[in-house]
């Protein structure tokens, strides 16, 4: 069931609120992104005031047009009405990452070494759940970031959600 929405195409639901099915999407987009030359930097589906919304942050080194977005968008599109079939609407968003850039990969930990992040964890680290500071890294499943002066580790599997700070591109 398909219909048009002011803000996007509304697709039938995704039964993925699970990482499995995120996986699923990832495996699925991430050709396509390739295929145009962009990469799929994260996928995000939640509940929102408007509504579910599945959203594909998108990247290429020279940056994302508009034009990139709606590429995506439209094959992206076709191939999730083909695979993923549900009776609740959902809104498709193809974006680029933006300043404060989601990380979600085990290589971005590394990519982005020395850059400022906000990572929220799903398991208390020192009592707290939520941390700001400078990226060090990762090894061994482990993410390591500098918390005013102190380092701070981080299982990758239990990482809910991470985004660098005020991002500015790569050099």
């Given at each position: 069931m398909k219909t048009k929405h002011k803000k996007g195409r509304q697709h039938a639901a995704l039964p993925f609120p699970e990482k499995d099915k995120l996986s699923e999407i990832n495996q699925l987009v991430a050709p396509v992104c390739e295929a145009e030359g962009m990469e799929?930097?994260?996928?995000?589906?939640?509940?929102?005031?408007?509504?579910?919304?599945?959203?594909?942050?998108?990247?290429?080194?020279?940056?994302?047009s508009i034009d990139d977005c709606v590429a995506i968008s439209r094959q992206?599109?076709?191939l999730l009405d083909?695979?993923?079939?549900?009776?609740?609407?959902?809104?498709?968003?193809?974006?680029?990452?933006?300043?404060?850039r989601p990380i979600s990969?085990?290589?971005?930990?590394?990519?982005?070494?020395?850059q400022t992040v906000r990572i929220q964890s799903?398991?208390?680290?020192n009592q707290q759940k939520k941390?700001?500071?400078?990226?060090?890294?990762?090894?061994?499943?482990?993410?390591?970031?500098?918390?005013m002066?102190?380092?701070?580790?981080?299982?990758?599997?239990?990482?809910a959600k991470a985004r660098l700070i005020n991002f500015s591109g790569e050099n």
């Amino acid at each position: 069931m398909k219909t048009k929405h002011k803000k996007g195409r509304q697709h039938a639901a995704l039964p993925f609120p699970e990482k499995d099915k995120l996986s699923e999407i990832n495996q699925l987009v991430a050709p396509v992104c390739e295929a145009e030359g962009m990469e799929l930097v994260h996928t995000e589906y939640q509940v929102e005031p408007g509504g579910r919304v599945l959203r594909l942050y998108i990247d290429k080194p020279d940056g994302v047009s508009i034009d990139d977005c709606v590429a995506i968008s439209r094959q992206v599109s076709d191939l999730l009405d083909i695979y993923f079939q549900d009776e609740q609407p959902y809104r498709l968003e193809v974006s680029s990452p933006g300043s404060n850039r989601p990380i979600s990969k085990p290589v971005d930990f590394d990519r982005f070494k020395g850059q400022t992040v906000r990572i929220q964890s799903s398991v208390a680290v020192n009592q707290q759940k939520k941390f700001k500071g400078t990226l060090e890294g990762i090894k061994d499943g482990i993410v390591t970031l500098s918390v005013m002066g102190k380092s701070v580790a981080i299982p990758f599997e239990d990482i809910a959600k991470a985004r660098l700070i005020n991002f500015s591109g790569e050099n």
